[in-house]
């Protein structure tokens, strides 16, 4: 069989069968086609151009490929090349890049045939396209900017870049992940990698009494079958609580059916795979318990050693009961939320190989896509019994994350099989088993009675919230923390009796979210407040614009926010287009800064500059679309005046320069307060010498807020986070009930990078009403009913909405330049306010996401 690849002609005869994203990557070595969602067809990620169509090469076969014309990115020439890379860059339609590659090569295919779109044909030819990143308006102006440049024959020519803070910096290494150049784990092989894959629980709750692997063992290609009692070390790990087994151990009860009880090694992932399938698991089948409530009660089998509650927090002030029986109006409602997958473009995947260093042998050396590479080493040191200094991570490019990654999930196994075999070890997950693994978006049940005087002023909030945190702990107590802490959204209520419970099942675990328990209680609060100003008559900006937060009032868990408080200044930039709307929901976020509550938030920066001259920035947070990196360089840059492109960012354990997990969005505050430190002697020096003189200079730094108090311990002062951020959004509705606008208006102190900003922002939106109106993983038995990315509700760029947002910038004391995160705040209050945009237009409270209208 011939045909031509690149302008080159091929001769194929194998497998007929085969896919021909399967022939690429793995036989052609090309790795600009991606796999987002295993041959599902659901994606986009692998688009390629076959005789002159856009066609999805996951499920393309060879035999279909004969004679036939193909060509990616590779192909296209290097004057279009730079054109969507310059065009995707400039407009901003890059973040993790994992769906890119594909989405440009539908592009290419589209103006080949219409070069001159409108971006009805543009929305229209993305439509097999899932972005989870950006919200998909910037990738249409991109591609719109790019036909443009395409038609008249020029070049997009790069705009002068400074690197200084409020500017439009391109995003760090932006253009190589725009053409698919830059490699993420799935791209990356090493000579003498084996590959391994991981048998699963066939059953959520069930007394493993035999695993038989006789058969397994003698499949061809396989190397080596583990089971519990290979490993050498912890055998249990987890981020709060080390309740999670990274194998089940024969004689032991499964908690769900993302339980490892076995993993093989063979020389292949297809070999791996079809061992596994001949290991034979006897089980003594449990009832499943998947209701938190039957979960709570004394009847209920007890799932971990502690008890099914997790834990309880309780947040309260004044009365509550005694200040709602006197209030003038008191509304009352129970608001549920779903289970909710991540999605992030790219599945889990982890290389291990040796550390053959000197000094460093019978070491391992991990690469990693996870959301905090020094936690990572941890973990792995204590599971393999290693001595801290004998693991090393390294950071690859993370194909998406959004809180998803903060679990170990195939690191452990993968360090396990390499360790023991002394060879390099790739394990990756299919789109089903990364559903089926790694911990959601708790699903929260939510009891709320909101009172208010005859003025509007909110007297008294009294909740009950719980959560659901499935199998094991992960994060869920913190979870249901933030959610107690937040219960009272951006509102000043001057009496709370809020109480959040962390419940053990035996559905899927829920973990870290972006938003992080608080879209939960942001949904409940305003549907409430929504409730009262009908109740009452009053004006539903003006009420909120009267309660809302601001220097010196209190939050439910006891702090009193000292300065920065941007509510007020969000809802004024939207007062004018809510005001003129015949059909809108408005509704406000707050989102803490920083883990807080008594643990410390810090991280440390290493600053190297070596021949070239070359400047090396040394950190340990995730890049993973949100665009830490070009933050890193900015501030550098702000403060040194070095050129940009002398720049480069590492996150490497070898470094020395550790920080926590990427979450709770402190990365900017964290990260830019120590590059700043760590400047102060940088500076300096710059001040009497050259660049190139100095050459081997190390400079280091950090920032650590270590002032925050758990709530609960009496201090003399309640400091449960170091920040937040505010946010007011407007849904409008069209007369026939569409969503045609979502206005965003956002306090992130100071706006490094305009870019970054709007599309942390439209790509919270596009999460936050998937949110609202169609996402959901629903389980049966705590079994997925669907492991298929189609039948999670993600909206597709015909489903979005025209998003405007606007920025707004109340400077907050800590940050660095008075900056806030924006990444988790710009998704808190979406779904709340579309949901009240269509109570309103539908005359029907809804109190469960997503809302199912008509029903």
């Not at 307060?673 to 280091?700: M, P, R, S």
Request: hydrophobic share 40%; aromatic share 8%.
């Amino acid at each position: 069989m011939q045909f031509t690849l690149n302008g080159n002609k091929n001769t194929y005869d194998g497998e007929q069968n085969l896919t021909l994203l399967a022939y690429l990557r793995e036989i052609a070595g090309i790795i600009s086609p991606k796999d987002g969602c295993s041959c599902q067809a659901a994606c986009g990620c692998c688009t390629v151009e076959m005789n002159g169509k856009a066609v999805l090469s996951c499920v393309t076969k060879m035999k279909d490929v004969a004679n036939g014309n193909v060509v990616t990115i590779e192909g296209i020439g290097d004057y279009k090349q730079r054109v969507f890379a310059e065009a995707f860059v400039e407009k901003g339609g890059c973040q993790c890049g994992f769906c890119i590659p594909g989405i440009v090569m539908r592009a290419k295919v589209l103006l080949d045939h219409n070069p001159s779109p409108t971006r009805a044909d543009v929305v229209q030819a993305l439509q097999m396209h899932l972005c989870r990143c950006t919200g998909y308006h910037k990738i249409v102006e991109a591609i719109l900017y790019a036909a443009e440049a395409l038609r008249a024959g020029r070049e997009i020519l790069p705009k002068e870049a400074s690197g200084k803070i409020g500017t439009r910096h391109p995003k760090y290494q932006a253009h190589q992940v725009v053409l698919g150049q830059q490699p993420y784990l799935r791209d990356m092989k090493m000579p003498g990698m084996l590959y391994g894959a991981l048998k699963f629980s066939d059953h959520p709750r069930a007394k493993v009494i035999e695993i038989d692997m006789s058969k397994a063992e003698r499949m061809p290609g396989v190397k080596r079958v583990f089971i519990a009692k290979d490993i050498p070390g912890d055998r249990y790990t987890g981020l709060l609580v080390s309740d999670w087994p990274v194998i089940v151990a024969a004689g032991e009860t499964t908690h769900y059916v993302g339980d490892v009880l076995a993993g093989v090694v063979a020389e292949s992932e297809n070999e791996a795979r079809a061992a596994v399938a001949q290991i034979a698991v006897e089980y003594e089948v449990l009832e499943p318990v998947t209701d938190v409530f039957e979960a709570m009660k004394d009847s209920a089998p007890t799932l971990h050693p502690n008890g099914n509650v997790l834990e309880v927090c309780h947040m309260t002030r004044g009365d509550a009961e005694q200040t709602l029986a006197a209030s003038v109006y008191v509304v009352h409602g129970v608001y549920e939320t779903p289970l909710i997958e991540h999605a992030f473009l790219e599945a889990e995947c982890c290389i291990v190989r040796p550390w053959l260093d000197p000094g460093k042998e019978g070491g391992i050396e991990v690469f990693s896509q996870s959301q905090g590479v020094y936690e990572e080493q941890r973990f792995l040191a204590k599971i393999l019994g290693l001595p801290l200094d004998k693991v090393r991570v390294r950071q690859v490019a993370t194909g998406g994350g959004f809180g998803g990654k903060e679990d170990l999930s195939v690191q452990g196994h993968a360090a396990l099989f390499a360790y023991h075999l002394k060879t390099p070890v790739k394990v990756m997950l299919t789109r089903d088993e990364s559903i089926r693994m790694h911990p959601k978006r708790h699903p929260a049940w939510m009891d709320y009675t909101l009172g208010c005087d005859k003025e509007g002023k909110l007297t008294a909030l009294k909740a009950v919230i719980v959560g659901d945190t499935g199998a094991y702990a992960s994060v869920g107590a913190k979870v249901l923390e933030r959610s107690a802490c937040h219960a009272t959204g951006a509102y000043n209520v001057p009496v709370v009796d809020v109480v959040s419970k962390t419940v053990y099942t035996n559905n899927l675990p829920a973990g870290a979210m972006r938003g992080f328990g608080v879209p939960q209680v942001i949904f409940a609060m305003e549907g409430a407040v929504d409730e009262l100003c009908a109740r009452g008559g009053f004006d539903r900006w003006q009420f909120r614009y009267d309660n809302a937060l601001k220097d010196g009032d209190m939050v439910p868990s006891g702090q009193i926010l000292k300065s920065g408080v941007g509510v007020r200044d969000t809802l004024l930039a939207v007062k004018d287009i809510f005001a003129k709307a015949k059909h809108a929901g408005i509704a406000c976020g707050i989102k803490n800064t920083g883990i807080g509550n008594g643990v410390p938030d810090w991280g440390k920066v290493k600053i190297e500059v070596v021949a070239g001259p070359h400047v090396i920035i040394h950190h340990g947070w995730t890049e993973m679309g949100q665009g830490v990196h070009t933050i890193a360089i900015q501030v550098l840059c702000e403060e040194t005046g070095i050129a940009p492109d002398l720049v480069e960012v590492l996150v490497d354990t070898a470094a020395g320069a550790p920080s926590g997990m990427t979450t709770a969005s402190r990365a900017t505050s964290i990260l830019g307060n120590a590059i700043i430190d760590t400047c102060k002697q940088f500076k300096q020096d710059l001040a009497g010498k050259k660049l190139d003189e100095l050459v081997g200079k190390v400079y280091t730094g950090e920032w650590v807020c270590n002032w925050t108090t758990k709530h609960g311990t009496h201090a003399k002062e309640e400091v449960t986070h170091y920040s937040y951020s505010y946010a007011t959004q407007v849904a409008v509705l069209d007369d026939n009930g569409k969503l045609d606008t979502f206005y965003g208006a956002h306090d992130a102190g100071r706006i490094f990078n305009p870019n970054l900003f709007e599309s942390q922002i439209e790509g919270a939106i596009h999460m936050g009403i998937g949110y609202a109106l169609s996402e959901e993983l629903p389980l049966d038995k705590g079994v997925p009913k669907s492991t298929k990315m189609r039948s999670l509700g993600i909206l597709r760029a015909r489903d979005m909405p025209k998003m405007v947002i606007f920025g707004v910038e109340v400077p907050d004391r800590h940050g660095p330049y008075g900056a806030k995160g924006v990444g988790e705040v710009g998704l808190v209050p979406v779904a709340a306010a579309v949901a009240n945009a269509y109570s309103l237009f539908d005359q029907k409270r809804y109190y469960k996401l997503p809302l199912k209208r008509g029903k």
